[in-house]
């Protein structure tokens, strides 16, 4: 079954950097050099200058930026273990507006022999070997993975039924990117929306839609860590919860069957 749980997020503090459409930024797979420019030039505090900066070493450079930013509390973790319900509004092409809604979430790592989590890309070393870099040198999942669950935790049900009482309150973060998407989250702390939410949602096999590459990072950073903290509990040096954060990934969930989930030809 997939395990998920709350997590503290990281996230800016608006009494420094102030606008945030100024500081939000596109996954980094998908920055053009040009855009790349722009965004670095948009924020001394826009998120490429973590994932995705222009240093001669973009790791060191990112690890440094990010401590600076913790430490002059540019962003900030959230005092309490939150799931962060999240939805996009946006406009196709033919004009036709739809909303997606879904859940950021610490996700338990999974070997995808399991079965739990399922690729469905070829991944290439080249961009492996990047990511792994940045998760080494800052030690933190700066973008998350998407993935689909199929939505037999019930026909009748939906995260909005769950998060009902949480989306009718005004969201704590919305904002309009460059592209005119509708970005709103929405933190819960309430212990009961927790536990129905990892409830309904133990038994999904979860689909990759996107982020293979971060989640075979992720694994492969889990593997190195769990080696050393293995090792260290054998010298009698450390003990094992089997719970430490490097054997979760932050993942992004919603339904393969939400209406407002667009699928287009690449």
Not at 19 to 40: F, G, N, R
Not at 118 to 138: S, V
Not at 179 to 202: E, F, Q
Not at 223 to 251: H, I, M, N
Request: with cysteine; aromatic share 10%; hydrophobic share 35%.
């Amino acid at each position: 079954m997939a395990q998920i749980r709350p997590f503290r997020a990281i996230r800016y503090n608006l009494a420094v950097v102030g606008d945030l459409q100024k500081v939000v930024a596109p996954p980094y797979d998908v920055i053009s050099p040009e855009q790349q420019t722009l965004l670095h030039l948009q924020s001394p505090y826009n998120a490429v200058h973590l994932d995705f900066n222009k240093e001669s070493d973009p790791y060191a450079a990112a690890a440094q930026t990010f401590q600076t930013w913790l430490s002059q509390q540019v962003v900030q973790q959230d005092p309490e273990a939150a799931f962060y319900c999240y939805s996009q509004e946006y406009t196709l092409k033919d004009g036709e507006q739809r909303r997606r809604t879904g859940l950021f979430t610490a996700l338990r790592l999974e070997e995808f022999e399991s079965g739990i989590i399922r690729p469905h890309e070829r991944t290439f070393e080249p961009a492996k070997k990047d990511r792994l870099a940045l998760l080494r040198a800052c030690q933190a999942h700066l973008s998350s993975i998407f993935c689909l669950y199929s939505g037999s935790a019930g026909s009748n049900w939906s995260l909005e039924q769950t998060l009902r009482t949480e989306l009718a309150q005004p969201a704590a973060v919305e904002i309009q990117d460059a592209t005119g998407v509708t970005h709103r989250l929405w933190p819960t702390t309430n212990p009961d929306t927790i536990a129905d939410l990892r409830a309904r949602l133990a038994d999904e096999p979860l689909i990759i839609a996107d982020g293979h590459h971060r989640y075979e990072t992720a694994l492969q950073y889990c593997r190195e860590q769990a080696s050393e903290v293995d090792a260290k509990r054998s010298s009698g040096s450390t003990s094992s919860t089997g719970e430490e954060p490097f054997r979760y990934v932050l993942a992004y969930l919603t339904n393969a069957q939400d209406a407002g989930l667009t699928i287009l030809p690449t």
